[in-house]
């Protein structure tokens, strides 16, 4: 309630100091921008730069073109590259990127398929249908839609090289290509397919659309892909239904990575010039207009609405004021005021989290030994190997924390190091550090994608990591990047349990090398019958905890 009120009262009194202020016009950047394209980008390029210009009179724009043989010392500070997955590589994929756009290869079925209702129902996998297309099985239709569906699969595609590749690479083979019918355009892979209920088509994703980029165009409809080949469209495989829907699976991960070409903007550094982050906003949002005439597709709004949030002007935006005696003395008392809120705010709240701190971060008593059926495995999670949990909500985010096992084993958490909202966080490297009384652990991630929202509420009780790891406990909250493939690498509660068992050997094996090395005391950690005494690193040196993280940790990302 008291914060609620000072931001209230906050509000009021800057009111009336910016209805009698001259504010200049902080969101407009005189900074020239300085653009480098790969050849097949400098299009779209020059396009931005155009409509940037008129939009923004006075912006200066300087676009040259990017030759893949380039070394990144062309790129200075003050530069963006726009580049795809092609040549973002080296030296150039360790610098800092940001997703503006992709070149998406879609296939694409005639809406009155006789065996539409079965493929809905079981998806076309890769494996099934490039022997129906090469020819392996003569079987035609029935490889792909099963028995009784007899006839030969009439293939139609856009003769674009880019887009030729990225179906080789789907395939896995350019086999399929003697089937093929090489269209001019997209538009005409469309009618081909619309007019032949036979037929399944390869084409952009921009061109499948209607006149207003939401809705399919008429006859067609989008060919589902089993991904993982099991004969069964899954929960996370249905994402065909619609234009929304398929941008969104795209986003995340559930789509066959070999027909997504990301297209990047790169520079030197994280953007901080005001020049840059304004633009590339634009870019994300005003700019996406222009893609369809390129065949790029567009940045799902959620996605372009975490990118914005990703961007972060550094730079201190000038103001110039003409403010009047009464507007300064509002501000000079509304400070004292607000001064006086916050510190009776703090007051109130560091006598109540000191109440809650004897209950959150009090030692953690054992409860006596621990084996694999002590340690709680939560069905519908996935687990991984780094001892992470990972969660996808409905909304596509994944939520993701530590498993019980770590948290058992490591004894109370007294600290965290987080990263913030918008970092990169990428599978098997560093996502959150634990502490507990100066020793600590690094804990990789399972999944890779941008961190929507830390649990903040760790900085003051980390010990909801041991309490409730599954629930208030949780570390991330994550737009994934790579999902459909990263899952795979994953356990459901059943492997994971019967992993654990080889986890617990391992961890018998640890101990008992510390044993052996006079740093651990033979008593008091291991049983007769192999039971793991709980909190067992918890009285631990700093060494021993180097080594669990060396030699147990670490070769498991």
Known sequence: MIKCFAVLLLAAAVQPFGSGSNLSAAGTPQDDIGILAEPSLSVIAEQWAEAYREAYPGRVIHVNQYRKGDNTGVISGSELLFASDRIVKGELASLWKMVVARDVVVPVLNKNNPWLQAIEKTGISQKNLAEALEGINSAGWSSIAGEGS??????????????????????????????????????????????????????????????????????????????????????????YDDIETLERGIWIGKYPRSLVTNIYAISAQAPAAEAQTSFLKWVVTGGQDYLAAGSLAELNPNERYSRMAGLTVTTTQAVSVSQSGSAGRTIIIAGVLLAGLLFI????????????????????????????????????????????WAFMERNGDVRMGIDDFLQKVTGRVTNVLLKKPGEIITRGERAVTIIQDGKQLVIYSP???????????????????????????????????????????????????????????????????????????????????????????????PRSWEDFQNRFIDISR
């Open 447 to 541: 999944v890779s994608g941008v961190v929507i929202k830390a649990n903040e509420e760790l900085l003051d009780y980390a010990g909801k990591i041991n309490s409730s790891p599954y629930n208030d406990g949780w570390v991330y909250l994550v737009e994934p990047e790579n999902w459909s493939a990263e899952v795979a690498r994953m356990k459901d509660a059943g492997k994971y349990r019967a992993w654990l068992k080889e986890e617990f050997a391992r961890m018998r094996d640890f101990l008992s090398s510390l044993m052996k090395s006079g740093q651990l005391n033979t008593g008091v950690v291991l049983q007769d019958g192999g039971e793991i005494a709980e909190n067992v690193l918890n009285t631990l040196d």
């Open 345 to 388: 705010s703090f007051s109130i709240s560091w006598f109540i989290r000191k109440g809650e701190e004897e209950v959150f971060l009090q030692p953690f008593p054992s409860k006596g030994m621990m084996d694999e059926g002590s340690v709680a495995v939560p069905g519908g999670l996935l687990y991984d190997r780094t001892h992470t």
């Open 150 to 239: 007899n006839g030969v699969v009439s293939l139609y595609m856009v003769e674009d090289a880019s887009l030729v590749d990225a179906v080789d690479s789907f395939m896995g083979s350019s086999g399929y290509r003697s089937s093929a019918v090489m269209a001019a355009s997209g538009a005409s892979v469309v009618d081909m397919v619309s007019a032949n209920t036979l037929s399944i088509g390869f084409c952009k994703l921009a061109d499948i659309t209607d006149g207003g980029g939401e809705n399919l165009a008429d006859g067609i409809i989008l060919l589902p892909v089993d991904l993982n080949g099991n004969g069964s469209l899954d929960y996370f495989e249905d994402i």
